[in-house]
């Protein structure tokens, strides 16, 4: 039997990377998807596709209460809408501080508001928010990023905390240097693409559909007794750091 049949699954930043990823194997594995995203879904998707900006409380409210009249229900939300931005402390701009935290991190718990009284009145429920290795290590000329990452996972773990009494899980993904749209900037550097792809212990980047393996697990039944975790999926990125140049 396929891991989530009969199963509503609702996936934010649903329309490339992580996001799409997830949508396609949910949708191989039974599920009938919800993308959801301020872009252009492909014309491929395997799903409803409904637009979306995660920013506009009001607007996240309306979709996922059309979400619920049209299922009836929602039991797995995955929170996969992001942005990156550069620079430090100093070098990034109010504007730019305040749309990364919107997005990445304001907009991730307002999906989740306004699923979750669905989830507590089914009893049941799965919230997968896709966070990153810079929320559990920090790094240069990233500050907002890796500040709105690092809120990821007190999200979660708040989540997890305040409605695991309704069967309700809440996790998190850690993924390493994906190959995304997101980070087309990394690689059109191709000697910082190969040092910082060269940081994974597993020595290379990792695909969109490698994260969305691990969230399936998430999703699924299979991860009945698992909550309040975030989990790397990066390569032995977070392992620490290799000296000694990769055996042959």
């Not at 928010?129 to 500040?147: E, M, R, T």
């Not at 979660?156 to 993904?173: E, F, P």
């Not at 190969?194 to 969305?212: D, I, T």
Request: net charge negative; with cysteine.
């Amino acid at each position: 039997m396929a891991r989530l049949q009969n199963k509503v699954a609702v996936v934010t930043g649903g329309a490339s990377g992580i996001g799409l990823a997830c949508v396609r194997r949910f949708a191989a594995e039974g599920a009938q998807v919800v993308g959801l995203d301020i872009g252009t879904a492909p014309a491929d998707f395997p799903g409803l596709f409904m637009t979306l900006d995660v920013r506009d409380e009001a607007q996240v409210q309306q979709v996922m209460q059309e979400v619920i009249g049209h299922f009836g229900r929602i039991d797995v939300l995955v929170n996969a809408a992001g942005v990156a931005d550069q620079g430090s402390v100093t070098q990034t701009t109010t504007a730019n501080w305040q749309r990364v935290m919107d997005i990445n991190l304001t907009g991730s718990m307002l999906t989740s508001k306004y699923t979750l009284e669905s989830m507590v009145s089914q009893r049941s429920g799965s919230i997968i928010n896709v966070g990153s290795i810079f929320g559990l290590q920090g790094c240069d000329g990233n500050v907002a990023y890796n500040v709105s990452k690092g809120g990821i996972n007190q999200l979660t773990r708040s989540m997890a905390i305040d409605y695991g009494y309704a069967n309700i899980r809440v996790n998190g993904l850690c993924p390493g240097l994906i190959e995304t749209p997101m980070t087309s900037m990394v690689r059109e550097q191709e000697a910082f693409h190969a040092f910082f792809a060269s940081q994974h212990m597993l020595n290379r980047s990792g695909q969109p559909e490698e994260v969305a393996s691990v969230a399936l697990f998430l999703a699924s039944d299979e991860a009945s007794f698992v909550s309040g975790q975030m989990i790397a999926v990066d390569g032995g990125f977070s392992a620490g750091r290799r000296f000694a140049p990769p055996a042959a």
